[in-house]
């Protein structure tokens, strides 16, 4: 069964903790916290002590995806702050060996492990990291806003990244422009978590939004 993970991108940030109650689905969804510093991505969004005010209030598994330039600067403070995975963008790091680092900086502290890429960055680039990666992370979007349409080249990249998984544990999760649609191709294509924003976030049902995703 696929997971969803509602992004908080979408909620109200003055009421986070009555809205992540709302999408509660039974403890089965994770919380998609997107994190934008207004370099990497040209959006601001939040930080590390609103994840530790929200892990404060919720026992759902926290998937947090860094949209930052150099996410080895702020990598403790987002452990600390109770991620419970960690995605950074390979197109933020300037080396195999960087990104190595972070890797196992990730693992040494107990969290899951995941690198993300943008639409334009093919899966050869986190090919070298895979044995050692828990999730990725295919942006079906450019990074740094919600409600955009989703790029269906992502799928390709589903694919390719589930026909060459052979036995890795690597759970594959696609971002951006998911709704029931989108969400069946992606399905269909192998992917096994489906984050999503406004769709679920704007629906006047959220459990029922949730549901018509998986
Ligand atoms: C975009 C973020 C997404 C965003 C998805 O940069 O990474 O997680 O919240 O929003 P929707 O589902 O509305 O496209
Ligand atoms: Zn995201």
New binding site residues.
């Given amino acids: 069964m696929v997971k969803i993970a509602p ?1 908080v ?2 909620a109200d940030f003055a009421h986070l903790k009555e809205d992540i109650d709302t999408i509660y689905d039974g403890g089965k969804s994770w919380i ?1 916290y ?1 994190v ?1 510093d207004g370099h990497f ?1 040209p ?1 601001i969004s939040f930080g590390y002590s609103i994840l530790s005010n929200l892990r404060a209030v919720t026992d759902l598994f926290i998937d947090v ?1 860094l ?1 930052i330039t150099d996410p080895g600067q702020y990598l403790d403070e987002f452990i600390n702050a109770g991620a419970d995975l960690i995605t950074f963008h390979i197109e933020a790091v300037s080396s195999v060996q960087e990104a190595r680092v972070l890797i196992q900086r990730i693992h040494d502290a107990g969290c899951l492990a995941s690198i993300s890429i943008k639409p334009g960055t093919d899966v050869e680039a986190i090919k070298p990291f895979l044995d050692d990666l828990d999730m990725v992370l295919v ?1 079906s ?8 349409s989703f790029n269906p080249a992502a799928l390709d990249k589903i694919t390719e990244l589930k026909e060459i998984r052979n036995g890795r544990r690597y759970l594959i999760e696609v ?4 709704n029931e649609n989108t969400a069946n191709l992606c399905r269909g294509a192998g992917a096994d978590v489906l ?5 679920v976030f704007k629906a006047e049902n959220r459990q029922e939004a949730i549901d018509s995703l998986k």
């Fill in positions: 992004s991108l979408s998609h997107d934008m991505v959006n995806h949209m942006m979007v450019e990074p740094g806003f919600g409600g955009q971002d951006g422009g998911i984050v999503a924003g406004s769709y």
